[in-house]
């Protein structure tokens, strides 16, 4: 699966505060593929550029496969390869022969049991044979008599046991085959189907005698058409998937649901953009491309699946343009059940399960949410600060589950030390992990009141519970966790000016910033120029960021 390319991406250039600068940690979704910004990449960079795959929270193996099991035309595939034991006759292309196709149709639920097969009952049947054929799941032989017959593959035992591994790559497998099926050639809005004008042409060629060379020319032509609209069909497809990868990894439980319009919006409209009149025919024009491969899809259990109505199409012949306002173009939204009309694609856990495959088979990383939290809290928190495509929140919450809050509290506390280039982006971390552990966490806590690294942010933790007792940290405990906090924040907004605006606000810069900056250069801590660089670029009052600046230049050359 290639790496998506956006069409624009307004990552913000990543600060290299101190030695051993670090990425954010935590990045947002418009960023995750687009990190190439950051590095000054252009267009024609986009193949080589880094991308980060956001993780993702699936269900155990063996649920993924009981959930496989139960889609309908892989279920289908299991039962007629158990049909053919111990073996049945199939013709020399092993497909069914005539008398068994349509007891194969009563076999599946597809026909009735009396009376004739409809023809349809039968062309689902004969593709879910296609499918066990495909998958091995039946073998072709030959007998001694020279009969064709099918026998059960060997895989069919544990697939039926639901054994999680045989029925995952049986599974992953067919949704392969399906997703090439699924890209027709004329599936792209504006291409020429197989044999279209290039077969027009070569026909009005041979009516005028032309040489037979240049119709072989032309016909090699059109094939090179086909492949060329194929592959752009392929590459669609897998922008949308990796689309509905990302957005599925951030969406709240219950809100995966993606409007096909809004689907297209996200492929076509540049980031930052309006959809103007022009954009939005090609949004619709790529809704119209995507629907029979994503119904495809849906055969397999990859996504859940609610096509176009096809009532749009007369309506539009009969009142005009229909275009659609789910993307955002309209000036009267549509209520839900009108937006509905336009297809509503949700990505199943089996879909964001294959996806993932195809990624880590291309060679991305595609991590698990939990993947960090499965060690120490040292492991945890430097993990989670030195990966780019994380879920901070995510990881925190799977490691603190089920600890005993003290314990988890001090060990939390005890890899939050130290002065690297990662260390406020572990304090900061292990101040959001002792709030998800709570008050229980206090006794912890209260022993580092006094750790000149750890005191200042306990005692801000303690009064954020509400505690009353809390003793006020002495001045150079107060001014170095001011700075370790904003460093943190440096790292993990990515420099971004707007998140640390709002930062630089709450500052305790009193009436007489030469003072506070004063004492602020002096403090020891590796990131303390950084810091006061970044308020001198960005604070608003013009004599604060000279006297920030003045105290960075100060900082700096006592190093």
Known sequence: MAARRRKNAGTPAAVTPGEGAVLPADLELQDLYGAFAAHGLDDEDLDDAAVLVPPVALPSEAELAAQAKAVPMFGWALALARWTAPHRPVDEFGDLTGPDRAPAARLLGLAPEEGDAPEEAVVEAMRAWSLACDLDLVEIGTTAAGEHVAVPGPDLEPAEEGDPETVLELWLTAAGIVRELAVEADSLPGEEAPGGAAG?????????????????????????????????????????????????????????????????????????EEPSEELLGDITDVMVALDPMLADLAELGLLDYRPIDPELFDEEEAEGAVEPTAAGGAEEPLDEAESARFGLV?????????????????????????????????????????????????????????????????????????????????????????????????????????????????????????????????????????????????????????????????????????????????????????????????HLDRTVAKEARKAAFKARSKG
């Open 346 to 538: 949700r990505l199943t856990p089996l879909g964001q399960y294959g996806i993932r495959q195809w990624l880590l088979e291309d060679g991305y990383d595609a991590p698990l949410v939990g993947d960090l939290a499965r060690g120490d809290a040292a492991g945890l928190l430097r993990g989670i600060s030195e990966a780019a495509n994380v879920l901070p929140d995510d990881e925190l919450r799977v490691w603190v589950t089920g600890r005993e809050p003290v314990e988890a509290a001090r060990e939390l506390l005890a890899a939050a030390r130290g002065h690297d280039a990662y260390a406020p982006m572990r304090r900061m971390l292990c101040h959001s992990a002792l709030s998800m552990l709570g008050a229980p966490a206090e006794p912890a806590v209260r022993e580092v009141l006094d750790d000149p690294e750890l005191g200042g942010g306990a005692r801000a933790w303690l009064v954020s519970l509400g505690v009353a007792d809390v003793p006020a940290p002495e001045r150079s405990m107060a001014l170095w966790t001011v700075v370790d906090a904003f460093a943190a924040q440096l790292l993990d907004s990515g420099g971004d000016p707007e998140q640390l605006r709002e930062l630089i606000e709450d500052l305790p810069v009193t009436g007489n910033p030469a003072s506070y900056f004063g004492e602020l250069w002096r403090v020891d801590h590796p990131y303390t120029a950084d810091v006061l660089e970044a308020v001198g670029e960005l």
């Open 200 to 272: 027009a042409a070569a026909g009005e060629q041979a009516a005028d005698g032309t040489a037979e060379g240049e119709d072989e020319e032309e016909d090699e032509d059109g094939l090179s058409e086909v492949e060329d609209a194929r592959d752009e069909a392929a590459e669609l497809l897998d922008e949308a998937l990796q689309v509905l990868y990302e957005t599925t990894a951030f969406a709240e439980p219950g809100s995966e649901t993606v409007p096909l319009g809004v689907l297209a919006a996200l492929l076509v409209v540049p980031e930052g």
